[in-house]
């Protein structure tokens, strides 16, 4: 019995008896980033509720950044680890430490960075007081780190729910609107709900292979032949169920509007990034690493549901008027990109996914905060038109969002232009040649609805009508989409290289001209933006184009992340 | 650990002596509740200077047969709003897991019948304590369901207090269960019992620090709704609560429940705290002493809880939240870590006692913060109580969640 | 009664006990579905649970047996009945009302499929042969002790991050049950929702205190007769509990 067991430990020993109980090591530092998180959650916690007055919400804010820049210390520390003695199992084979493990935490703490600087400013904003944020916040990304790093399928489960649970509450946090509420409510039911399928997922994979943890399961299927495998396969297909729900692929894809559009705004931001870290990191990693024997018997229905999401995400985008309902489904569309690297399976395939993740992550926080700027008092305005002009009223800004939004639609010299690159890549080395003309396709196509925001901005004219706008943007998507797929084709050929990068230089003159209409008498909303914002968005922006111009660390980061696992 | 009757198959003569266990069983609970409900009105009017009943029979020691013949040949009444299956299904739902409780008590060590070992208790199920939580709380249903399938108001009151009381109070109880299972290593009742067995020192209400017991015996007081507990039945309040639309047998079977739950709960005391039926014997009838100890046992907390009854006034609703929540359940919690500390090492023991007195610090201080800022926030509502312009203008109206709030004051 | 002797004289008595348990279990399942009044839905779930706490001691696994008892019949049940009678939604349901048009007819085949998919299931032979591959908690011991072995060695990991999922259980329902108290309430009549416009319509409505809140959830008959709460504040009543 090591000191390091603790008394229970001791405890389960004398209670439990000699009978042969040789207890787990606890390896306490492969799980220092989680515990840092879950700890200073409870510090928090237990200030605010002894402090005699309300602390201020920047005083939390500090601390949640705090505590983000030492999970990600924690997480490097565990990057030399695993650089200098590879990868390794610790307590129980329950915990995984290599580099996809360790990616993940990592873009979890830099999540965990920058979320509590958009939303400094915006509770301020809206007088929402106490540490409700911060906590969720950080215990949620402690889920997320338990599901990157966990080789146990139980584990795996309880960080899903460790991660959605705090999200359904930071959807309802806003008890003024009452779309906030009911954005909880759908999240929640719909959550519950898939959280349900999953773990049915689980049962199943383990009657039928004795096991929940993966590097047993893997073992297990590599040893045996499988000469009937319903049940395994019933199992896999609640489980991949599960995790779609989670990251928003088509057709489990339902909440996600109504959630992202009804929740406080830097909450969408964080949910969007956070679920999508989690979810991929264990998709990735259930899928890849522990069923590649049964790798023909998933592709196909990732095949389907990556184009499904990738073409509804950018189709329904179009339309849309309201441009934090636009971004939901514009993440809907990511979503589908980083399932092209599922399906491609290879290393090259997850190294694109891995750094889709990260580039998203950054990107979508930004976006969202700027939403939430724009979106003035109350949070319950985001049409379109309120982005008129900003390019006049608040030139840096606008600058910010249209880098992040160009970002998004894979402009050049950013790094939305090498992940979706990469993952395109890794899908045509596996010969996925439809799946990626398709991807390009739907690049294009949300080129148009990016671009269409950036016009607004930095055009002094109105936009004439929603419903114009949406037919007229039908249409000019439809033509553009047909421009870019013909060139991607071609590009496709040529290995796939920057088509996007093309799409958003073409489209830009399909969507210019009938959509806007001079107007006379534009009512424009004040926009402040508080230091905390300003912070944030010069970390997203920045990390945008350095690592857009500068892309090389992130990427062998990427791939040494999958090398190593 | 499992029941020594089976260990040699299933034959006829086993079957026979379940049977007989079973039976036994049952009649002697039955015969106990009536002398149960003789006892505490002669205990109570005997507290009050009253003589209570002495008409039938002997010291009025047949009153509650005359009582319950009464009230079986009475009307059966069924409200015409009632839902028709579950008002008849509550009463059943009451009594029976009252019943089922006795079985895994120990009423006695192990005698030999025809070269079986027979084990005097109904049945010794490995997760014994377990099957008593889980009974415990399947007895809520007959509360719950009585108070809503009357279709009435105030039954539907009662019966959501009780229901909200039993479940609150059933975490304190489940985690004082706990100390004594850590003790004794087992979820056997016999396997506690045997732990405590020789000295009365070794008994589980002196080896865990009195706080379990303590806990155990407000949380089971709580759990029967007996007073000070007994909101659901608050007469000045609610008529005469979940029960006022019954009458007759139904009626009936609800006080039968309430009265034989005092006796089960009793004798539960006894085999957790009290080392059930161990005491000192002699050599002639060995296996009639534990028996007796475990009876007078019994009668003693019996007599208990008649006395808490008689002087013990009722709580009020949210004084009876607070203390469950606020404080049975921490300090249970705190106990158990103590107990599983000292179960280790007395260094363990005695950090982890510094720790739950540290987290009592930080909890108190924490409550009385919150409600030192609830009371300036009313402060600064009444001093600005003038409807102010919305700011933003185009937001709607706050989600009304009083009645969600409702829930929560209730204490879910 | 170790497990290999269980399994041996697995007879007659056995194969009744789990007829009985799977028909109380099945009935149970469909009365939750087809009952119209709530509360008896969940009595129905109730039947349900208790006959799946039969099966596991059939299958000499009580502790799990009891835990069911415990905790699904004891606490999640009983919180739904709290539930449903507090908010006065014990209305009974016409069922054959169709909230989404064509939604039954979906349900219907959807089930069917699945159904047929667990029979194809349960036809074909599992994994590896056997009827199951697992194992871990064979061995000697009682059921207890090796459920609470495989908790502290194999699962410690997991049974140690529950205490995580339970903080944020609670922290969750405090935020979201918890009236913000940094702004004095606002009163509500700005809702667009249009609410029985009562003449004493009372601008402070809102800025009530718990106890009335517990008076407007004054006990719904169960007559389906009765159209509306016979009792107090009209404002307090209608859609503001969202219907999802």
């Not at chain 1, 650089?83 to 430490?97: E, K, P």
Request: charged share 15%.
């Amino acid at each position: 019995m090591t000191g390091s067991t603790g008394v229970l430990g001791a405890l389960a020993a004398h209670l439990l008896g000699a009978g042969g109980l040789v207890l787990p090591h606890l390896n306490y530092s492969t799980i220092l980033p989680e515990l840092i998180l879950l700890g200073g959650m409870l510090v928090i916690l237990a200030a605010s509720a002894l402090s005699p007055r309300p602390l201020p919400t920047e005083v939390y804010a500090t601390a949640t950044v705090g505590l983000g820049i030492a999970s990600l210390i924690a997480s490097l520390v565990l990057w030399r680890d695993v650089t200098s003695h590879g990868a390794f199992t610790a307590i129980a084979r329950s915990i995984d430490v290599d580099g996809f493990a360790v990616f993940f935490l990592v873009v979890v703490s830099c999540i965990l960075i920058v979320a509590p600087m958009f939303a400094a400013g915006y509770l301020r904003r809206e007088g929402i007081t106490g540490c409700e944020y911060y906590v969720l916040a950080l215990i949620s990304g402690s889920g997320a780190m338990f599901m990157a790093s966990a080789n146990d399928l139980i584990l795996i489960f309880l960080g899903l729910e460790i991660l959605s649970i705090p999200l359904y509450v930071l959807a309802g946090l806003d008890h003024r609107r009452e779309a906030s509420g009911e954005a909880a409510m759908k999240y929640f039911v719909l959550g519950a709900f898939s959280s349900a399928i999953f773990v049915y997922g689980i049962a199943l994979t383990y009657g039928a292979t004795g096991s929940t943890n993966l590097a047993e399961i893997g073992a297990f299927l590599s040893r045996n032949v499988i000469t009937s495998n319903g049940v395994l396969l019933g199992g896999l297909a609640l489980l991949l169920v599960g995790f779609a729900f989670k990251v928003a692929a088509v057709p489990f894809h339902m909440w996600t509007p109504d959630v992202y559009q009804g929740a406080p705004t830097p909450a969408t931001g964080f949910m969007a990034a956070m679920a999508k870290a989690g979810g991929f990191a264990a998709l990735l990693r259930v899928f890849v690493s522990t069923f590649p024997t049964l790798r023909t018997s998933w592709q196909p229905v990732v095949w389907v549901l990556a184009i499904l999401t990738l073409v509804l995400g950018a189709v329904v985008a179009i339309v849309q008027n309201d441009v934090k309902r636009m971004l939901a489904y514009s993440s809907i569309n990511h979503a589908g990109f980083v399932l092209l690297g599922l399906e491609a399976a290879t290393a090259r395939g997850i190294a694109g996914s891995l750094y889709y993740v990260f580039v998203y992550s950054l990107l979508v926080l930004g976006s969202f905060a700027v939403v939430a700027a724009v979106g003035g008092n109350g949070d319950a305005d985001h049409d379109i038109s309120r982005y008129r002009g900003l390019g006049r009223r608040r030139p840096v800004l606008a600058v910010g969002f249209a880098i992040l939004l160009l970002a998004q639609a894979g402009a050049p010299f950013t790094t939305g232009f090498f992940s979706k690159f990469y993952v395109v890549e890794a899908a045509v080395a596996a010969h996925s040649y439809a799946l990626a003309v398709i991807a390009m396709g739907s690049a294009g196509v949300a080129a148009f609805f990016y671009l269409r925001v950036v016009f607004v901005m930095f055009s002094d004219v109105g936009i004439a009508g929603a419903s114009d706008v949406s037919r007229g943007g039908g249409e000019i998507a439809r033509a553009g989409a047909v421009a870019a797929e013909v060139r991607e084709q071609d590009a496709t050929l040529l290995g796939g290289a920057g088509a996007s990068a093309v799409a958003t230089l073409v489209a830009p003159a399909y969507v210019a001209a009938p959509e806007l209409a001079p107007e006379g008498t534009p009512s424009e909303p004040e926009v402040s933006v508080s230091p905390w914002v300003t912070t944030g968005l010069v970390l997203c922006v920045g990390a945008t184009l350095v690592f857009g111009i500068w892309p090389q660390p992130l990427v062998d980061f990427a791939h040494q992340a999958t090398l190593i696992f | 650990m499992s029941d020594p009757l089976f260990a040699h198959g299933v034959g006829l003569a086993v079957i026979l002596i379940v049977l007989v266990k079973v039976v036994v069983a049952f009649a002697a609970l039955l015969v106990c509740t009536m002398l149960m409900v003789w006892f505490e009105r002669k205990v109570i009017s005997d507290m009050q200077n009253r003589i209570g009943p002495n008409r039938a029979g002997p010291y009025g020691l047949l009153q509650s047969l005359a009582d319950g013949t009464k009230l079986f040949f009475k009307e059966d009444l069924l409200p015409e709003k009632a839902d028709r299956f579950v008002f008849r299904l509550a009463p059943l739902l009451a009594v029976i897991p009252a019943f089922l409780i006795f079985a895994v008590v120990p009423v006695g060590g192990v005698v030999t019948i025809a070269h079986h070992v027979v084990e005097l208790q109904v049945a010794d199920p490995p997760m014994g304590i377990l099957y008593l939580l889980a009974l415990s709380s399947v007895a809520v249903y007959g509360v719950m369901l009585a108070g809503w399938s009357s279709g009435s108001k105030y039954p539907l009151l009662g019966s959501v207090r009780a229901s909200a009381q039993m479940i609150s109070y059933e975490a304190a109880l489940g985690l004082t269960v706990v100390t004594v299972v850590l003790e004794s290593h087992s979820l056997s009742t016999r396997a506690i019992i045997q732990s405590q067995s020789h000295h009365f020192w070794q008994w589980n209400v002196l080896r865990l620090g009195i706080v379990p017991f303590a806990i155990f015996m407000i949380a089971s007081t709580a759990e029967m709704n007996r007073p000070p507990f007994d909101l659901a039945e608050g007469e000045s309040e609610l008529g005469g609560g979940f029960n006022t639309e019954y009458s007759s047998l139904r009626f009936a079977l609800f006080y039968l429940a309430e009265f034989m739950n005092t006796i089960t709960m009793s004798a539960v005391a006894v085999t957790l705290f009290f080392g059930g039926p161990d005491g000192p014997g002699f050599h002639v009838v060995r296996w009639l002493w534990p028996i007796l100890w475990f009876l007078g046992k019994t009668v003693a907390f019996c007599y208990v809880q008649v006395w808490i009854r008689a002087s013990l006034p009722r709580m009020r609703y949210d004084q009876l939240m607070d203390l469950g929540w606020k404080r049975l359940i921490p300090l249970s919690l705190g106990w158990l870590l103590v107990v599983a500390g000292f179960i280790v090492s007395v260094a363990w023991g005695a950090a982890l006692f510094g720790a739950g007195v540290l987290a009592a610090v930080l909890l108190y201080q924490s409550i009385r913060v919150g409600r030192r800022r609830r009371e300036s926030l009313a402060a600064a509502m009444a001093a600005a109580a003038v409807p102010r312009p919305r700011p933003g203008g185009n937001r709607q109206g706050p989600v009304d969640l009083r009645p969600l709030a409702g829930t929560g004051k209730v204490g879910t | 009664m170790g497990g290999a002797t269980v399994v041996a004289a697995a007879t007659v008595p056995d194969a009744l006990t789990f007829a009985i348990a799977a028909v109380i279990c099945v009935g149970g399942a469909f009365g939750v579905v087809l009952m119209r009044s709530p509360v008896h839905a969940a009595l129905s779930l109730v039947a349900t649970l208790f006959g799946i706490a039969v099966l596991f001691v059939e299958e000499d696994a009580q502790f799990l047996a009891a835990v069911q008892v415990i905790v699904y019949t004891g606490a999640i049940v009983v919180l739904f009945l709290f539930v449903i009678m507090l908010l006065g939604v014990d209305r009974k349901e016409r069922v054959l009302a169709d909230v989404f048009k064509g939604q039954r007819v979906v349900a219907l085949v959807l089930g069917l499929m699945v159904l047929a998919e667990v029979v194809l299931l349960g036809r074909s032979r599992w994994t590896t042969g056997a009827h199951s591959a697992t194992g871990s908690l064979e061995g000697s011991g009682s059921n207890v002790a090796k459920l609470g072995r495989a908790l502290f060695t194999a699962y410690l990991v997991p049974f140690e991050v529950t205490s995580a999922l339970l903080i944020v259980a609670v922290v969750g329902a405090v935020v979201l049950a918890r009236r913000p108290d940094h702004r004095p309430v606002e009163p509500i009549e700005e809702v667009e929702v249009p609410l029985v416009p009562g003449p004493d319509d009372d601008p402070f409505g809102a800025v009530g205190t718990d106890e009335d809140a517990g008076g407007s959830t004054a006990p719904d008959e169960t007559a389906s007769t009765v159209p509306e709460h016979a009792s107090s504040e009209p404002e307090h009543e209608p859609a503001e509990v969202p219907s999802t």
